[in-house]
């Protein structure tokens, strides 16, 4: 008894609830808040139909997306909803289902070798990888207590040796080589095993869980906390992977807040569960997470994982920005923190969540560099920059050091391909990782960074890239001017890479300037290449393409070249623009790179025999034979289409002019407007913090402190 | 003060309303229902900025997207606006800024020649095509009639005189080859003369407009109404200048029902112009106009043409199913007409629009053809089967006889391009077509209809195509199996055409199946090509493609193949499948062509210097030297695909066998479902209605009168 209670504490971080089995309220005596009241509905509809349609327990067969595959993950479902509906309602069907259910793996489990669909060597016994047995599970643990002590003592001895032991005692001692990782997959074992310790009142497996298999600290639970997170909360793979790592983490703390409450687990490394939970909701950009490293731009906040953990956070901070989000979710989860959360929104206790410019750490020390986003404004469609100045982000790591993204209101703009994968789409590799997925789309050449010698960072070698940070030399998160400045000189042997990228408010300019100061610094001579790759359709260009109209030659022979379609080059001298639309905007991008670059418009999707690649334009400003290059670009979002009114207003750029130079320790950039308002923006060697700078701009003095200075002028050259 | 009386009762087509110019309500004493509460409060930010800003008539210099183009358009609404505001609410300001607006126009107007970004003989004043400058008179005469009763004698006259009646000429006497054609623009010109002739008393307009320069009544608007519509209210240019011209039509049918009462203009033709409103309504999906002919695809219902309609037609019949298009909309229009129509959609009483299948003749005298619309259920966004068996559509006709579309959930599936073109984009050849729109967009390789020896329909001119109509033999628009069947044989000199497209219903089947029996019948030997354009990501295919995967040709040199890419080419004996995937869904295409036939996979772009075309996949099935050609395909939607819960189900089709025979004078289809049940689909050559037919499908006999017979057979082979 008292292990249910403290999982169900777990489950609500709530001090106290009655106990489920005993005092079960009438289904017709409970008012639900709407958000709550929607998911005992769904829920109810998902079990009814589930214990009409009877018990379907499978030999395993199918990889994702197939049949055993899809119905096992239905059944774990059914089992969660199922224990949770019993609690709330007490009718029986609901605890004789999840029973029977859980009495049918009893039978099956036992006899269960390596999943036949196997693709190396961590192979589930439910599913093809061991990560799917462990978020069954995660969620059949949570289902199973809500019942477990409605049950008959040999039931609850069938499932507790036959079902959720013998998968506790797999996912650990059975499989040392994933739970002493320190990794996402080992965070759901951890989750899933500790759990199960909790319920079966087992120490060992709670220890194991807590603290590796030989109890020493140096894997499990803890551990990880402290590897995979960085202080500001950011997980080392990135926002994809931080959703999903989520879930395991918050469930996981939860219950030891319950059942280990001297642990103060929330508390812990200066409260970095509700950090990562924080900073995951950050990684968003109008609600869907930032497609960085290996990562499916269809992710949004709307997944169970974040529904879990909006929950848990909420009940554990009260923060009303938390509502907010469930608000948008639409959904939250069927347990008591989910019904006390939707009872608040209700209440119209919701406040916004205070989207801001973050930079964020990376590496358990935080100096491994940073991923910094820099926003003008709290509105989560808003303008963002994203540069990605991090570690490598282990194996689903992509090779984009220094790269950044630009969004808003119309969506991704400047953008980052994602991974190759069609998730669960049987006819797509099992829906695994696509070969695609190591040839382009974790290629240097596939983001918006420098590629040299048409070589990936690291030589494509992801345990190298491990091994060395990225140096966050300066930021500024607020005024009209914030800006990054980070470098590397590990990505390349022969060169350094120093970026610096400022998000720039001009008064009477709707939205920001994005302006990108980028030097790669080498010996020896050198094709350097800096790719843009953007969304919409493009609008016209100054540079004279020579183009590959009726046959479309590839880029290269490796690293991602080739799956480069050609569609032009050109040259142009001085300042050279691309203007695309996407949606109700147009973009325009106006570059300064080194003396004799050439301009190539490419497409993804050559070398591409399944289909399996989207096809995206890219724009590659290139430099051959080279030691050093310097690349200035700026990025305008200008003008507005409206479809519904039949208007268009400012579809001509309103820069005109960009100019560059390099003198007395800085880089110094002239924007001038088609007004003849000039932005002197002014970029200094030295990136330290009080370093005074000076410079001369049409005869003014421009004085500055730190890296970064700017000097407004108007049009007749006196200060605005 | 009549005339000012006659227009409001116009606009608001209703019997009486009080006259703004004497007792203007105060605003403070109104309350707007929300719908047109929000229309006020918009007109008021745009008027008060206007107001603000100060009056800029420019001297006219730019094309459509330039500023002298935007800024007339601003204008007109702003006189629009402004007239109806100070109805509303008697404010000076509104009436003082008309006026002055007017009285600036008054300077201006006079001394104008044609415009200086002339494209053709049809150059307007104000704007590079005389189209728009009767777009200008329609709005101002709507505004101005708002204030002119409260004006000095003085303004009134020289607004009458140097705007209104000079412009009313321009468009009547001084533009007889716009006004006296059969054609959108001459309903615009006719629009504006005739409501510029009721405001100003001038019965020679009047007439005019009406009867055409001669006052014969072989132009003008009346004869506009008995050619430019079918019986059915299809506008012979198709959906999206439909849409267009639906303001004009509307907007001076109510004048003149204020003013000519005797006419019954409402009534003339047994009810045209309302017929044309519910048919435009009935040509969307999802709220957007099928992109039939020259189209752009981004027009919905959520235009200005459409807020005038919704707001006058529920004026005229009170039908509440206007009330939830007029919801869907969010918006109406400013006049007497929209604020009773808002009321009444406050007050809760709009119905649904009844959305179903409909046989839209084509042709003034519904002889010329049909577009066929079938639908499986009133929602607008549920799937949609379109055949295109109209006559040309004149010069925005596309050469795309007895095409179809299909439409569902996730958007369109089986598409057309529309038109090439970025409106009012002044980078894109100042916003008009482009020269790809005749080169691409309206050829018959770019949609979804058999190509003869690479030619397009009527070798591509179009006004041979206008003589020549298609014919519609037999339709069901109700049942399990609603079909469409259509022939031409002038589209090639050589070669018939017949097509039955049939919308199929299947017990278990979540979506209904298209069906498609196509016959080219021809003497000597053809190369016939059965293009399919889709939108969606290709997930697989049972064709073994010859992929063109590091160099890329193109498909042919003329007629639309220049601008096709061939990703690959490949064969298969039997049934071909190919899968592709769009949104949550996935889409299986079985193909049984001729024998020998080959299979492209191509994608539009080629020869496309200046990056005027999207990038869209295409499958061709192509049969060589051949001369006659049955292709039988059959497009079958199925399974689902959830990101947030990560869950894909039916991700394989659900078709395991298609088969085609021809014998007593029907075609015999017989599709087989992975569960081995089979349905059998006959069409007969005879199409008269009361043909009775007999088959023997497996052993059993299948009897059924009329074009379309069907048999579901069980697994067994026993009758279901």
């Known amino acids: ?49 589930s214990i009409k349609a009877g018990i379907n327990v499978p030999v395993p067969k199918d990889p994702g997306g197939g049949f055993t595959h899809e119905q096992h993950k239905r059944n774990y479902r059914i089992i969660f909803e199922g224990g949770q509906l019993f609690r709330l309602t007490g009718e029986a069907r609901y605890r004789d289902h999840v029973r029977d259910m859980l009495l049918a793996y009893a039978d099956l489990y036992p006899g269960l070798g390596p999943h036949p669909a196997k693709a190396n060597q961590n192979a589930g016994r439910l599913f093809w990888q061991s990560l799917n047995d462990s978020v069954f599970l995660v969620n059949a643990v949570q289902g199973y207590a809500q019942i477990r002590d409605a049950l008959p003592a040999a039931d609850r001895k069938r499932i507790d040796d036959n079902v959720i032991r013998l998968m506790a005692r797999f996912l650990s001692d059975g499989s040392p080589q994933v739970i002493n990782r320190i990794h996402n997959h080992a965070t759901w074992a951890a989750a899933g095993v500790g759990l199960s310790g909790y319920l079966l009142g087992d120490r060992d497996l709670v220890d194991k869980a807590l603290l590796g298999l030989d109890k020493s600290g140096k894997a499990g639970f803890l551990r990880q906390l402290d590897l995979l997170f960085s202080p500001d909360g950011y997980y080392a793979e990135g926002p994809y992977y931080q959703r999903y790592a989520l879930q395991p983490f918050v469930v996981f703390a939860a219950a030891i807040a319950a059942n280990d409450p001297g642990r103060k687990i929330f508390e812990y490394r200066d409260g970095i569960v509700l950090k990562a939970i924080r900073t995951a909701i950050d990684l968003t950009h109008d609600g869907y997470f930032l497609p960085i490293n290996d990562a499916m731009p269809d992710k949004s906040l709307r997944t169970e994982e974040l529904y879990h953990a909006v929950a848990i956070a909420y009940g554990a901070t009260k923060d009303p920005a938390f509502l907010s989000i469930a608000d948008w979710q639409g959904r939250t989860v069927l347990t008591p ?208 393409f020579d183009r590959n109209l009726a046959e479309r030659p590839v880029l290269g022979k490796a690293n991602g070249y080739q799956h480069l379609w050609v569609d032009g080059t050109g040259t142009k001298a001085g300042k050279a623009r691309l203007t695309w639309m996407q949606g109700s905007r147009f973009y325009s991008y106006h570059m300064l790179p080194p003396a004799g670059a050439r301009f190539i418009v490419a497409e993804s999707g050559a070398n591409d025999p399944e289909f399996n690649l989207r096809r995206e334009p890219a724009l590659i400003q290139r430099v051959e034979g080279a030691a050093d290059a310097t690349f200035v670009s700026l990025l305008e979002p200008h003008g507005a289409y409206d479809a519904a009114a039949e208007t268009v207003v400012a579809s001509s750029a309103r820069v005109a002019a960009l100019e560059h130079r390099q003198e007395k320790g800085a880089d110094l950039v002239l924007i001038t407007l088609v007004d003849g308002r000039r932005v002197a923006l002014a970029v200094a060697d030295d990136t330290t913090a009080d370093a005074k700078h000076s410079l001369t701009v049409d005869g003014r003095t421009m004085t500055w402190t730190g890296p970064v200075g700017r000097l407004d002028l108007a049009k007749t050259g006196a200060k605005k």
Chains 1, 2 share one sequence.
């Open 337 to 544: 923190a989910g019904q006390a959360m939707a009872a608040d929104l209700a209440a119209g206790k919701a406040k916004p969540w205070p989207f801001g410019s973050r930079l964020l750490s990376d590496g358990p020390d935080g100096k491994g560099g940073a991923l910094v986003l820099l926003r003008t404004n709290a509105d989560p469609a808003g303008p963002l920059l994203v540069a990605k100045n991090t570690v490598q982000g282990m194996g689903h790591g992509h090779f984009d050091r220094l790269g950044w993204l630009y969004y808003d209101e119309t969506g991704a703009v400047v953008t980052d391909y994602g991974a190759a994968r069609f998730l669960n789409v049987e006819a797509k590799h099992g829906g695994r990782y696509l070969p695609e997925n190591d040839s382009w789309a974790s290629a240097t050449i596939a983001h918006n960074t420098l590629v040299v010698d048409e070589q990936s960072h690291f030589a494509g070698d992801w345990k190298a890239g491990e091994k060395h940070g990225t140096r966050q030399l300066a930021a500024s998160l607020e005024g009209p001017t914030r800006y990054t400045i980070a470098e590397i000189d590990s990505a390349y042997k022969d060169v350094k890479i120093r970026r610096a990228l400022l998000l720039v408010e001009v008064d009477g300019l709707a939205n920001p300037l994005t302006l990108d100061i980028l030097h790669g610094t080498g010996s020896g001579r050198h094709i350097y290449d800096l790719p843009l790759h953007f969304s919409g359709h493009i609008i016209d260009s100054d540079i004279a």
């Open 1 to 49: 008894m008292t292990r249910t209670i403290a999982l169900l504490l777990a489950a609500a971080t709530l001090p106290a609830v009655p106990t489920a089995a005993q005092t079960p309220p009438a289904a017709s005596s409970q008012t639900f808040a709407p958000l709550f009241a929607a998911e005992v509905e769904r829920a109810r509809r998902d079990v009814d139909a």
